[in-house]
C-alpha cells in the first residue's frame, strides 16, 4: 500500500512538471541489487561453518568410532569413516557391558533412569505450576515471603545439602529407593519450575481471572478449566527442562541409589572409567550416545515450542 | 428502591489510601458513570463493588443485601472489562455458559439464557467462533453478553469501550444505551471519557483522589461544577480559566488584567466576596461580533490562532493577558491576526475560590 503510494508520487509531478525536467527520475530504482559472495555474506557464512564444524566434530567421532572394530580403532586414524561397519558395539553396550558385578549393560540403568525421570517430571510440573498459579493469581497472606524463600532456595549450592539430605531419606526410610531420588528431584525443580510459572501465569490478563472469578469459578476450576488451557507453551518448557535436567543429573543419582537403582548416567560413569581390562572404546562411545540419546530426541521433538514458550514467559515478569 | 449502597468504604494498599471513606447511593435502574483521571480510584471502588477486591473499611450492599464478604458470584452482578477478558480457548457459545455451568445450571436453562442473550446483542452467528476470530467490537458484545445470561441485577462495566477505535466507540455506546433502556438494570459504568459519561449517565460521580467530587446529573455537573478540577475535567476543549480578583460590594465584579467582568448576573454560592478567585467560561459560552454586544460583557481581541473542527471552529485569542478561546460556526472565516468583538454572559459562568478552588 505505501509502497504503492511512494511509487505513485513521481508520475504525479512527473505530471505537473515541464517535459523538460523528466529526466530528473532516471537513476536508481526498485530494492538495491546485492551480490551473494560480497563480503558481509562470505563473514557470515564462513563463521558460521566454521563454529558448526567445531560443535559437530566430537559427536562425529563418537559415532563413526562406535561403529568401528576395535582393531580398526588401534589404528588411531580418528577422523576416518570406518572401513567395516559393526553394530557390535552398541548392542554390548546395551546389553552386555559390565558394571561391577552386573553384566547386563546399560539397558538396567535405562530403565532405572525412566522410573526416575518420568514421575520426577509430572509431580514437580504438577505441583510448581499449582505453585506459580496461586503466587501469579490468589495473593495470599506471606505470598511473597514464601515467593522469596523459594528463590533464595534456588540460589543454595546443592553440595551444602547432600549429607542433611541423606539423614532425612534414612529417617523416612526412602534411602537407596527410586522414590527418594524422585522426591529429591521435586524438591530442587521446585524453586526454578515455580518462578517459571508464577511469571507466565502473571503474564496472563489479570482480567480474566477477575472474570472467571464473576463467572462463579474457584481455586481449581480457575486452574483446569482457564489457566490450563492457555499454557501449553510453559508446560512445554517445564518439561523440557525437567526432563533433560533429571536425565542427566549424576551427582543426586550417585549419592542416593544403590547399585541396583542408578540411573543410567552413573552406569556409563561406571563402564567408561572401568580400570580393569581393556579400554573398549567403541563401546564407551556406543553407551555415551544411547544416554544422550533423551535429551536429544526432546529437543529436536519440541525444539519450536521451547523457544515460544520461553519467549512467551519472558514478555513480562 | 436502592439497588447499590456504599457505605463509609475505605481502602488502602499499606499507607497508599485509594478510596476515603466513600458514599454512593445507586437508586434501581439507574446508569451512574464513574468519572475520573487515571489512578483516581473509580475503578478501585467497582472492583470492591465486585467483590474482586477486598474493602478496608466500610459496607457494600446490593438490593438491600449485605454482600462485603460475599464472593462475586453471589453478589447478583455481572461484570465487563476492558480488555473483553473473554477465554481464548472456549467458543463464544463456551464463554457465555462457562459462568451458568460453573453454578451447576441445567442444560436446556442454559441454552435458552444463551439464546437470548446472542439475540439481543445480535451475535447468533458467532457463537461458534473462537474470540480469536472475532473483531474488537464483536469481542465486546460477546462479553456483555457474559454479563446478560447471569440474568442480574447489576452490570458492572469498567472501561469498556476504551481499546475500541473512535469509530466503534462511538456505535457500542449507542447499543449500549438502547441495551440499559430495553433491560432498566442498574448499571455501573467506569470511564476516563467525558463523551460516555455525558452521553450515557444519568448522574455523574466525578471522582478524584479516591474522593467524589460531585455526584449530580451531566447537565449540572457540565454546567455548575462544584470545583475547578470538575470543571477542567469536563468539556472538550476544556473551559476557560482566567485568574483575578473579586471585587465585593453593592455592584460586584471579577477584575483582570485590563478587563473588569460585571458579576451582578452570576449566581454566587453564598454572599459575594472579594479577593483571588478563578472565573471559568466555556468556549461555546462565548458569543462574537453583533451578538457580542448584546452580552453584558465585551471586549476587543486579536485571533492568534484558529483550529477548524468541522463541525466548528475553535478560535484561540487572549484575554486580560491570559489564553483564552472560543466557538464559532465553521462557515465563518478567520485567520491569525483578524480583530473582533467578543462577549459572554456571566451568569452562565462559574468562579472558584482561588484557594480552594472550589465554587463560589
Given at each position: 500500500?505505501v509502497d504503492?503510494?511512494?511509487?505513485?508520487?513521481?508520475?504525479?509531478?512527473?505530471?505537473?512538471?515541464?517535459?523538460?525536467?523528466?529526466?530528473?527520475?532516471?537513476g536508481p530504482s526498485g530494492p538495491r541489487p546485492r551480490r551473494a559472495f560480497s563480503r558481509r555474506n562470505i563473514f557470515i557464512y564462513g563463521t558460521l561453518a566454521v563454529v558448526a564444524i567445531y560443535y559437530l566434530l566430537p559427536l562425529y567421532v563418537m559415532v563413526v568410532t562406535s561403529l568401528?572394530?576395535?582393531?580398526?580403532?588401534?589404528?588411531?586414524n580418528i577422523f576416518s569413516p570406518p572401513?567395516?561397519?559393526?553394530?557390535?558395539?552398541?548392542?554390548?553396550?546395551?546389553?552386555?557391558?559390565?558394571?561391577?558385578?552386573?553384566?547386563?549393560?546399560?539397558?538396567?540403568?535405562?530403565?532405572?533412569?525412566?522410573?526416575?525421570?518420568?514421575?520426577?517430571?509430572?509431580?514437580?510440573?504438577?505441583?510448581?505450576?499449582?505453585?506459580?498459579?496461586?503466587?501469579?493469581?490468589?495473593?495470599?497472606?506471606?505470598?511473597?515471603?514464601?515467593?522469596?524463600?523459594?528463590?533464595?532456595?534456588?540460589?543454595?549450592?546443592?553440595?551444602?545439602?547432600?549429607?542433611?539430605?541423606?539423614?532425612?531419606?534414612?529417617?523416612?526410610?526412602?534411602?537407596?529407593?527410586?522414590?527418594?531420588?524422585?522426591?529429591?528431584?521435586?524438591?530442587?525443580?521446585?524453586?526454578?519450575?515455580?518462578?517459571?510459572?508464577?511469571?507466565?501465569?502473571?503474564?496472563?490478563?489479570?482480567?480474566?481471572?477477575?472474570?472467571?472469578?464473576?463467572?462463579?469459578?474457584?481455586?481449581?476450576?480457575?486452574?483446569?478449566?482457564?489457566?490450563?488451557?492457555?499454557?501449553?507453551p510453559?508446560?512445554v518448557v517445564?518439561?523440557i527442562?525437567?526432563?533433560t535436567?533429571?536425565?542427566?543429573?549424576?551427582?543426586?543419582?550417585?549419592?542416593?541409589?544403590?547399585?541396583?537403582?542408578?540411573?543410567?548416567?552413573?552406569?556409563?560413569?561406571?563402564?567408561?572409567?572401568?580400570?580393569?581390562?581393556?579400554?573398549?572404546?567403541?563401546?564407551?562411545m556406543?553407551?555415551t550416545l544411547?544416554?544422550g540419546l533423551?535429551p536429544l530426541v526432546i529437543y529436536f521433538v519440541s525444539g519450536k515450542l521451547f523457544v515460544r514458550g520461553i519467549a512467551a514467559?519472558a514478555?513480562?515478569? | 428502591?436502592?439497588?447499590?449502597?456504599?457505605?463509609?468504604?475505605?481502602?488502602?494498599?499499606?499507607?497508599?489510601?485509594?478510596?476515603?471513606?466513600?458514599?454512593?447511593?445507586?437508586?434501581?435502574?439507574?446508569?451512574?458513570?464513574?468519572?475520573?483521571?487515571?489512578?483516581?480510584?473509580?475503578?478501585?471502588?467497582?472492583?470492591?463493588?465486585?467483590?474482586?477486591?477486598?474493602?478496608?473499611?466500610?459496607?457494600?450492599?446490593?438490593?438491600?443485601?449485605?454482600?462485603?464478604?460475599?464472593?462475586?458470584?453471589?453478589?447478583?452482578?455481572?461484570?465487563?472489562?476492558?480488555?473483553?477478558?473473554?477465554?481464548?480457548?472456549?467458543?463464544?457459545?463456551?464463554?457465555?455458559?462457562?459462568?451458568?455451568?460453573?453454578?451447576?445450571?441445567?442444560?436446556?436453562?442454559?441454552?435458552?439464557?444463551?439464546?437470548?442473550?446472542?439475540?439481543?446483542?445480535?451475535?447468533?452467528?458467532?457463537?461458534?467462533?473462537?474470540?480469536?476470530?472475532?473483531?474488537?467490537?464483536?469481542?465486546?458484545?460477546?462479553?456483555?453478553?457474559?454479563?446478560?445470561?447471569?440474568?442480574?441485577?447489576?452490570?458492572?462495566?469498567?472501561?469498556?469501550?476504551?481499546?475500541?477505535?473512535?469509530?466503534?466507540?462511538?456505535?457500542?455506546?449507542?447499543?449500549?444505551?438502547?441495551?440499559?433502556?430495553?433491560?432498566?438494570?442498574?448499571?455501573?459504568?467506569?470511564?476516563?471519557?467525558?463523551?460516555?459519561?455525558?452521553?450515557?449517565?444519568?448522574?455523574?460521580?466525578?471522582?478524584?483522589?479516591?474522593?467524589?467530587?460531585?455526584?449530580?446529573?451531566?447537565?449540572?455537573?457540565?454546567?455548575?461544577?462544584?470545583?475547578?478540577?470538575?470543571?477542567?475535567?469536563?468539556?472538550?476543549?476544556?473551559?476557560?480559566?482566567?485568574?483575578?480578583?473579586?471585587?465585593?460590594?453593592?455592584?460586584?465584579?471579577?477584575?483582570?488584567?485590563?478587563?473588569?467582568?460585571?458579576?451582578?448576573?452570576?449566581?454566587?454560592?453564598?454572599?459575594?466576596?472579594?479577593?483571588?478567585?478563578?472565573?471559568?467560561?466555556?468556549?461555546?459560552?462565548?458569543?462574537?461580533?453583533?451578538?457580542?454586544?448584546?452580552?453584558?460583557?465585551?471586549?476587543?481581541?486579536?485571533?492568534?490562532?484558529?483550529?477548524?473542527?468541522?463541525?466548528?471552529?475553535?478560535?484561540?485569542?487572549?484575554?486580560?493577558?491570559?489564553?483564552?478561546?472560543?466557538?464559532?460556526?465553521?462557515?465563518?472565516?478567520?485567520?491569525?491576526?483578524?480583530?473582533?468583538?467578543?462577549?459572554?454572559?456571566?451568569?452562565?459562568?462559574?468562579?472558584?475560590?482561588?484557594?480552594?478552588?472550589?465554587?463560589?
Amino acid at each position: 500500500m505505501v509502497d504503492h503510494v511512494l511509487r505513485a508520487t513521481p508520475d504525479m509531478a512527473a505530471a505537473a512538471a515541464p517535459a523538460g525536467r523528466a529526466g530528473d527520475f532516471a537513476g536508481p530504482s526498485g530494492p538495491r541489487p546485492r551480490r551473494a559472495f560480497s563480503r558481509r555474506n562470505i563473514f557470515i557464512y564462513g563463521t558460521l561453518a566454521v563454529v558448526a564444524i567445531y560443535y559437530l566434530l566430537p559427536l562425529y567421532v563418537m559415532v563413526v568410532t562406535s561403529l568401528k572394530g576395535m582393531p580398526e580403532i588401534r589404528l588411531g586414524n580418528i577422523f576416518s569413516p570406518p572401513m567395516e561397519i559393526t553394530f557390535e558395539p552398541w548392542v554390548k553396550a546395551w546389553s552386555s557391558a559390565c558394571t561391577g558385578l552386573n553384566c547386563d549393560g546399560l539397558s538396567r540403568g535405562f530403565w532405572n533412569s525412566v522410573r526416575i525421570t518420568v514421575p520426577s517430571v509430572f509431580l514437580s510440573i504438577a505441583i510448581a505450576s499449582v505453585n506459580g498459579y496461586a503466587l501469579a493469581n490468589w495473593r495470599f497472606k506471606g505470598a511473597d515471603i514464601f515467593f522469596t524463600i523459594l528463590v533464595i532456595g534456588a540460589f543454595i549450592p546443592y553440595q551444602v545439602m547432600l549429607y542433611p539430605i541423606v539423614i532425612v531419606l534414612r529417617e523416612i526410610g526412602l534411602y537407596g529407593s527410586l522414590w527418594g531420588l524422585v522426591l529429591v528431584h521435586c524438591i530442587f525443580g521446585m524453586p526454578i519450575l515455580t518462578l517459571l510459572f508464577r511469571n507466565y501465569f502473571a503474564s496472563l490478563p489479570e482480567e480474566l481471572f477477575k472474570a472467571a472469578r464473576v463467572d462463579g469459578a474457584g481455586f481449581w476450576t480457575i486452574y483446569l478449566r482457564i489457566m490450563l488451557p492457555m499454557s501449553l507453551p510453559i508446560f512445554v518448557v517445564a518439561i523440557i527442562l525437567q526432563v533433560t535436567g533429571i536425565w542427566n543429573d549424576f551427582l543426586f543419582g550417585v549419592v542416593y541409589t544403590k547399585p541396583d537403582t542408578y540411573p543410567m548416567t552413573v552406569q556409563l560413569n561406571n563402564i567408561v572409567n572401568a580400570v580393569q581390562g581393556v579400554k573398549e572404546y567403541n563401546v564407551n562411545m556406543a553407551a555415551t550416545l544411547l544416554t544422550g540419546l533423551v535429551p536429544l530426541v526432546i529437543y529436536f521433538v519440541s525444539g519450536k515450542l521451547f523457544v515460544r514458550g520461553i519467549a512467551a514467559g519472558a514478555v513480562k515478569g | 428502591m436502592t439497588s447499590v449502597v456504599v457505605r463509609d468504604v475505605s481502602l488502602n494498599f499499606g499507607a497508599f489510601d485509594v478510596l476515603k471513606a466513600l458514599n454512593l447511593n445507586v437508586p434501581e435502574g439507574e446508569f451512574l458513570v464513574l468519572l475520573g483521571p487515571s489512578g483516581c480510584g473509580k475503578s478501585t471502588l467497582l472492583n470492591c463493588i465486585a467483590g474482586l477486591l477486598d474493602v478496608s473499611e466500610g459496607q457494600i450492599f446490593i438490593n438491600g443485601k449485605n454482600v462485603t464478604w460475599e464472593e462475586p458470584k453471589d453478589r447478583g452482578i455481572g461484570m465487563v472489562f476492558q480488555s473483553y477478558a473473554l477465554y481464548p480457548q472456549m467458543t463464544v457459545e463456551g464463554n457465555l455458559s462457562f459462568g451458568l455451568k460453573t453454578a451447576g445450571m441445567a442444560k436446556d436453562e442454559i441454552a435458552s439464557r444463551v439464546a437470548r442473550a446472542a439475540e439481543i446483542l445480535q451475535i447468533e452467528p458467532l457463537l461458534k467462533r473462537k474470540p480469536a476470530a472475532l473483531s474488537g467490537g464483536q469481542r465486546q458484545r460477546v462479553a456483555i453478553g457474559r454479563a446478560l445470561v447471569r440474568d442480574v441485577d447489576v452490570f458492572l462495566f469498567d472501561e469498556p469501550l476504551s481499546n475500541l477505535d473512535a469509530k466503534l466507540r462511538s456505535e457500542l455506546r449507542v447499543e449500549i444505551k438502547r441495551l440499559h433502556q430495553k433491560l432498566a438494570n442498574t448499571m455501573i459504568y467506569v470511564t476516563h471519557d467525558q463523551i460516555e459519561a455525558m452521553t450515557l449517565a444519568d448522574r455523574i460521580a466525578v471522582m478524584k483522589g479516591g474522593v467524589i467530587q460531585q455526584l449530580d446529573a451531566p447537565q449540572v455537573i457540565y454546567n455548575r461544577p462544584v470545583n475547578r478540577f470538575v470543571a477542567g475535567f469536563l468539556g472538550s476543549p476544556g473551559m476557560n480559566f482566567l485568574d483575578g480578583e473579586v471585587e465585593a460590594g453593592s455592584k460586584p465584579a471579577f477584575a483582570v488584567a485590563g478587563a473588569r467582568i460585571p458579576l451582578d448576573r452570576y449566581g454566587f454560592d453564598g454572599k459575594a466576596t472579594g479577593g483571588k478567585a478563578v472565573f471559568g467560561i466555556r468556549p461555546e459560552h462565548v458569543a462574537i461580533g453583533e451578538a457580542a454586544g448584546a452580552m453584558p460583557f465585551a471586549t476587543d481581541a486579536a485571533v492568534e490562532i484558529v483550529e477548524p473542527m468541522g463541525s466548528d471552529t475553535l478560535v484561540w485569542t487572549r484575554l486580560g493577558g491570559q489564553s483564552f478561546a472560543f466557538r464559532v460556526e465553521a462557515e465563518r472565516q478567520l485567520h491569525s491576526g483578524d480583530r473582533l468583538r467578543i462577549g459572554f454572559d456571566p451568569a452562565r459562568a462559574s468562579l472558584f475560590d482561588g484557594q480552594s478552588g472550589n465554587r463560589i
